[in-house]
């Protein structure tokens, strides 16, 4: 009888801490990786730091001094949402949409791990040693901020989002580094197809947006890979273009403004609301 009541006790506690640390299905998360339109390249501004509210949420990716964050804990999502000292990012508006379009029920999740000027095979979990080791040490420097592999960086972070809410779908911009290289889309696919299986995911479940680049109209020295962009969804079905029309970029051609960021974010959002109003 004892023992059989020791049993029924150890049962009840295990149900209980597994209850603790269920997944709550109203805390959507969302991936995101590139580089360094995804990483955050212009300086955010007054606006973009007032919160309406706490729904939307970062977990950081990395040890941050300014802001004050730590590696695998959630935060108010105020820009940066990327490292310490990157910008404003598709990603803050992306999130700012989705809280204002879904219930008050709903959370939203980010996390954001890009690094600026990469090529997509340092997502390729079997081939970015090679890559990294040929890269410029500055490109080195940003990846070591990541522990030296940004992908399993990504991973990681996923696992601990996974414990506490439930993966929604994965927000992808880049390129520029790869323009006029045709393979781009079966890249993207091979990193897209390990994060299912590393985070035991389902396609069917999880929309892939990627963003174009800096269009020819605004400056885009890199506007010729949208044409390639836009092919992505013939080699992911569940893969959908984010249009770059009208966003505002720099005189560099290759970023966005503040205000590009805003709108292209903003796009990224609609698109995602919409995805989820389908369910």
Request: proline share 5%; aromatic share 8%; glycine share 10%.
């Amino acid at each position: 009888m004892k023992t059989s009541f020791s049993l029924i006790i150890c049962i009840l506690l295990s149900l209980a801490g597994s209850r603790a640390v269920a997944q709550d299905p109203s805390f959507y998360i969302f991936l995101a990786f590139g580089q360094s339109n995804m990483e955050g390249h212009a300086r955010f501004e007054p606006e973009d730091t007032v919160m309406t509210n706490d729904r939307f949420r970062v977990l950081s990716a990395v040890d941050c001094t300014d802001p004050d964050r730590k590696k695998g804990v959630w935060y108010i999502a105020k820009p940066p949402l990327c490292r310490c000292g990157t910008g404003l990012t598709p990603t803050d508006y992306f999130g700012r949409t989705l809280t204002e379009r879904l219930p008050d029920s709903i959370r939203i999740g980010v996390i954001n791990v890009s690094v600026g000027g990469c090529k997509i095979e340092l997502f390729d979990k079997n081939h970015y040693t090679s890559y990294v080791s040929s890269a410029p040490d500055w490109l080195k420097s940003m990846v070591q901020e990541y522990g030296g592999n940004p992908y399993e960086r990504l991973v990681e972070m996923a696992k601990i989002a996974q414990k506490q809410g439930v993966i929604k779908g994965m927000l992808l911009h880049q390129g520029e580094s790869d323009t006029g290289d045709i393979s781009w889309p079966e890249k993207v696919k091979t990193v897209y197809a390990n994060l299912l299986d590393d985070l035991s995911l389902k396609a069917g479940e999880i929309p892939l947006l990627a963003g174009e680049l800096v269009g020819e109209a605004q400056g885009g020295k890199c506007a010729s890979m949208n044409t390639v962009i836009r092919t992505l969804p013939e080699t992911i079905p569940t893969a959908y273009i984010i249009s770059s029309e009208g966003c505002e970029a720099v005189d560099d051609g290759l970023h966005f403004s503040a205000a590009g960021y805003r709108v292209l974010g903003q796009r990224y959002g609609e698109k995602m609301y919409a995805l989820l109003s389908s369910e």
